[in-house]
Antibody, heavy 120, light 105 residues
Framework: QAQLVESGGGLVKPGGSLRLSCTASGFIFTDYYMTWIRQAPGKGLEWLAYITSSGNHFYYAASVEGRVSISRDNAKNSLYLHVNRLGAGDTAVYYC?????????????WGRGTTVTVSS | SYELTQAPSVTVSSGQTATIDCSGHTLGDEPVCWYLQKPGQSPVLVIYQDVKRPSGIPERFSASKSGNTATLTITGTQPLDEADYYCQVWDSSAWVFGGGTRLTV
């Protein structure tokens, strides 16, 4: 069945950077657009970034634009998120999720998330 | 930025009907999706395109929209339906989530 597995989280010092990965399996990766969404402890869901199935177009949330970069390697069935200048507000569980067609179809498969903790 | 408003919490007795509202000033013009998230788990899509249920989602989950308010309805609510529920739309090239409603059964 379709599965997404995130990795790359951990403890990062303020001002640092990291790259999160999301590996897809069980479906045709190139048929789907992909997104990154995060959830701070005890808080709601916050969308961060979106990339088309081809990887040619992307959008970012205003709250993180300029600090994050989304990319994908379709040959490796992988999605990435680079985050720079990390601060305490970036502490969260980071999820990748897939979507098909247009946004009205929703995000139908989510990974289990990878936890990022920003602390000195 | 666009905002979706949800009540922080809703309480319902087991077997009764739960309704969770989501409001936004142009919600009537945009398809709404709903997700549930149980503690320690990832979100799960339960409604897309305002009213459609993905395969595997029980029929007791339904949704509607009137004006700028979308409503998720759970008929015959079960204790296992206890979760956080989020509405979501696509607006101006961004996914927007409501703040979430905690359903207590």
């Amino acid at each position: 069945q379709a599965q997404l597995v995130e990795s790359g989280g951990g403890l990062v010092k303020p001002g640092g950077s990291l790259r999160l990965s999301c590996t897809a399996s069980g479906f045709i990766f190139t048929d789907y657009y992909m997104t990154w969404i995060r959830q701070a402890p005890g808080k709601g869901l916050e969308w961060l970034a979106y990339i088309t199935s081809s990887g040619n177009h992307f959008y970012y949330a205003a709250s993180v634009e300029g600090r994050v970069s989304i990319s994908r390697d379709n040959a490796k069935n992988s999605l990435y998120l680079h985050v720079n200048r990390l601060g305490a507000g970036d502490t969260a569980v980071y999820y990748c999720a897939r979507g098909f067609g247009d946004s009205s179809n929703g995000l139908d498969v989510w990974g289990r998330g990878t936890t990022v903790t920003v602390s000195s | 930025s666009y905002e979706l408003t949800q009540a922080p919490s809703v309480t319902v007795s087991s077997g009764q009907t739960a309704t969770i509202d989501c409001s936004g000033h142009t919600l009537g013009d945009e398809p709404v999706c709903w997700y549930l998230q149980k503690p320690g788990q990832s979100p799960v899509l339960v409604i897309y395109q305002d009213v459609k249920r993905p395969s595997g989602i029980p029929e007791r989950f339904s949704a509607s929209k009137s004006g700028n308010t979308a409503t998720l309805t759970i008929t015959g609510t079960q204790p296992l339906d206890e979760a956080d529920y989020y509405c979501q739309v696509w607006d101006s090239s961004a996914w927007v989530f409501g703040g979430g409603t905690r359903l207590t059964v």
